[in-house]
């Protein structure tokens, strides 16, 4: 993984060594007691990008958390790997190469070679991107990724093009490491003879059961509870052979999960803490990318289950909590540790696009002088503030269909000229019709389109 420092240009992608989990497989994953609370995050970050990305390539692996450590196929935990190694992760396969267990070991002590400088440097810029590099390459192995090939010098990419790329300083500052799946790490699994194509014909997305399920796993980040399981599919097939009832209760049954307690909770919820707290990224009309949003949303939703006993306790304990994390964190205190109160609220209330009356912010300005709240509660109550959720809904509505149906960015392939005129053209055509889904006919034109359906079979 590790490699001396250089300039020359390169663009290859990965290699394979022929080994892999097995196709379809659902791998739990385990943190140890060992591990702090940042290296978690960062490597359910690192996961979360993983199913992502194998939730469209040919591979279907999807990786889900173990809390017991009960029953589990991949352990995370801290060592001693001696050397210049930070991290490494340990298959165990069959016969065939499909894996059957790994372990992956960080070393935080690892040094480069001949030197006393850390690899991953907590104290340095760059660390907590760099959990997520180190975790997404190491995963990559167990997908049957390894390095690319020599070239002139490995270290030369800048935001390289796969996530088996070389470390090369410290905290990998010079981005030689992606921090998502790639293009490349897809195609080169989709290459692979154990991961052939999805062409079942016809396609199981038309099956009510696998429809309904496939929006627990892409909306609410869950398997089905039993009982909401069988409501959404008992609706589709009241219908019976009616093909035009049943595709009103298909669209109608997957905007439900957009509009549900259990996703404004989480998903909108993340997205207007992220709205609030940081505005949208530069030059684009949205405040996060999916690989921001994933991890976010399942911390948020970890344990909650709509209408089982103790959710909205444990809802509102996972935001506060989650809220209160974003508040440490680099990002956020770059910004605002530096802000008077009135300034914070002002930028919060500027993010939001003015969603706070005169009097919401001056409440605000003066409870948070007064001790009364703290800037992760005025966070929390703005992101909450109903006018904000209001003038949001439809915008996050267009977003979620391309987080949730298509996992990706609005700007990524295969999307023409990787911008967001598709983005602006369903939010255009969202508000032209008054937020209704059924008349702009967007639910359906992502459901029914090419690329969502060619994540399952045959188009």
Known sequence: MLSGAGVVARAQCPTVDNVGWARGATVRFFLDANMNAEQKRLARW??????????????????????????????????????????????????????????????????????????????????????IKLTLHEVGHTMGLDHPTNSTNPCAQPRGASVMNYICNVNDQANNMPLEVTACDQNTINSMARYPAFT????????????????????????????????????????????????????????????????????????????AAFGNIPNTPVPLTIQEFLPETQEVGRGVV??????????????????????????FTSVFS???????????????GGALSAAERDQLVSRLDAGAISRAQALFEVAENAEFRRREINCAFVLMQYFGYLRRDPNDPPEPNLDFTGYNFWLAKLEQFGGDYRAAEMVKAFISSIEYRRRFGTP
Not at 63 to 68: K, L, M, P, R, S
Not at 82 to 106: E, H, I, M, R
Not at 218 to 239: A, K, T, V, Y
Not at 338 to 345: L, R, T, Y
């Open 338 to 352: 530096a802000a008077s109160n009135a300034q914070f609220v002002d930028t919060l209330n500027a993010n939001t």
């Open 46 to 131: 690192a996961f979360a990008e993983w199913s992502r990305a194998g939730s469209i390539n040919n591979a279907r692996v999807r990786f889900e958390e173990d809390f017991t450590g009960q029953n589990f196929q991949f352990h995370l935990l801290n060592g001693n790997l001696g050397g210049n190694t930070p991290a490494f992760a340990n298959k165990q396969f069959a016969p065939d190469g499909t894996v059957v267990s790994a372990t992956l070991t960080y070393d935080p002590n690892a040094v480069f070679a001949g030197t006393s400088t850390l690899i991953a440097d907590p104290a340095q810029p760059g660390y907590d991107e760099f959990i």
């Open 200 to 275: 079942q014909s016809p396609n199981p997305i038309d099956e009510s059961q696998f429809f309904v399920r496939q929006h627990y796993l892409d909306f609410l980040n869950r398997e089905p509870d039993q009982s909401g399981w069988s409501f959404w599919i008992q609706g589709i097939e009241s219908c019976g052979a009616n093909a035009g009832c049943r595709e009103v209760k298909r669209v109608d049954t997957s905007a439900a999960f957009f509009l549900s307690i259990e996703f404004e909770n989480t998903g909108y919820f993340v997205y207007r803490v992220y709205k």
């Open 306 to 331: 709509v209408h089982q006993a103790g959710w909205e306790q444990q809802l509102e304990a996972n935001k506060q909590a989650w809220v209160a994390s974003l508040t440490q964190r680099r990002r």
